[in-house]
């Protein structure tokens, strides 16, 4: 409720897209499994509260996958209005729970070559990557790892559009829908 998902969705997205950790490293945290085909090829795990590490990813040699090559939400690509790429899975959970379009995650700033390929093949992509600087956000300027992915999409023969994220805002799961 925290990060502004609605009481209402709650229920749906706790069923959709996580787990919660009850024993061992992983209590007291979301588990949000990432799919390929609708089958679950890797996980992270999100704090629910404060802790010194907020995301512990799946081990290596757990991952069905290798973890380089995933894109959170990965399954959306091919929707034919496109999708919205943005950095993290809770960004792109709330935004293709209440927003215009599905959104795929990187999990970071920047995209290994496998990624890259991956998302040339969407229709369109439109770029939302968070506000690492809050001042140059603030000025309505993108980032420059956000004009760096840009470039090597276009590269690929991607559509891509990069838009700033909202004034006032790190990432999209900040914004209240």
């Known amino acids: 409720m925290s990060r502004g ?5 709650a229920d749906l997205l706790l069923r959709t897209y996580f787990l919660v950790g009850r024993h061992g490293e992983y209590a007291g945290r ?3 499994p990432y799919y390929q085909h609708e089958k679950v090829v890797y996980y992270t795990a999100r704090a629910i509260a404060s802790a010194q ?15 380089k090559t995933l894109l959170f939400n990965e399954d959306f690509l091919e929707e034919a209005g496109g999708v919205i790429l943005c950095e993290g899975p809770l960004d792109a959970i709330k935004c293709t729970a209440y927003g ?9 700033n920047s995209a290994s070559p496998a990624q890259l390929d991956k998302l040339a093949k ?3 992509i439109y770029q939302i990557l968070d506000n690492d600087n809050l001042h140059k956000a603030e000025s309505g300027g993108l980032t420059e790892a956000a004009l760096t992915l840009q470039h090597e999409l276009i590269n690929r023969g ?14 999209l799961a900040e914004i209240p829908w």
């Not at 215009?100 to 970071?108: D, N, R, Y």
């Open 100 to 108: 215009p379009l599905p959104a795929v995650a990187l999990s970071t």
């Open 122 to 124: 969407a229709r369109r």
């Open 158 to 171: 991607a559509f891509v559009k990069a838009v700033p994220m909202p004034r006032g805002y790190k990432d």
């Open 53 to 67: 590490i907020r995301y512990k990813a799946c081990p290596n040699e757990d991952a069905v996958v290798d973890p």
């Open 5 to 9: 998902f609605c009481h209402d969705k």
């Open 30 to 32: 979301l588990i949000i």
